[in-house]
């Protein structure tokens, strides 16, 4: 069975910084591209960032290059979002997904999703 596990989430000052964390099991990590993604209040569901199978790739969102990264730890199955410099805009409920066969931002191109994990970010 499939599982992806957000943890990390919080509420925070704006101008601080998070470490999301998705954990996966049930499937071969590296054949997997791993998309984070967030949802705010009334909004639709969009690609924060997202790695490719076996790390080749990478892209982010416009809204959070050069302050969140993206990073994968193939030995524990783990995928990280570090979030800095974050603003009251970020808080949202973050996902991470998996692909297999495609990457990037859209939703579609995910196939696994996991419950999500809130960031709250205060002015």
């Known amino acids: 069975e499939v599982q992806l596990v957000e943890s990390g989430g919080g509420l925070v000052q704006a101008g601080g910084s998070l470490r999301l964390s998705c954990a996966a099991s049930?499937?071969?990590?590296?054949?997997?591209?791993i998309g984070w993604f967030r949802q705010a209040p009334g909004k639709e569901r969009e690609g924060v960032s997202c790695?490719?199978?076996?790390?080749?790739?990478?892209t982010s969102a416009d809204s959070v290059r050069g302050r969140f990264t993206i990073s994968s730890d193939n030995a524990k199955s783990t995928v990280y979002l570090q979030m800095n410099s974050l603003k009251p805009e970020d808080t949202a409920v973050y996902y991470c997904?998996?692909?297999?066969?495609?990457?990037?931002?859209?939703?579609?191109?995910?196939?696994?999703w996991g419950q999500g994990t809130q960031v709250t970010v205060s002015s």
């Open positions: 997904a998996a692909a297999v066969g495609g990457w990037g931002l859209r939703v579609a191109s995910y196939d696994y």
């Open positions: 790695i490719s199978s076996r790390g080749g790739n990478i």
């Open positions: 049930g499937f071969t990590f590296g054949d997997y591209s």
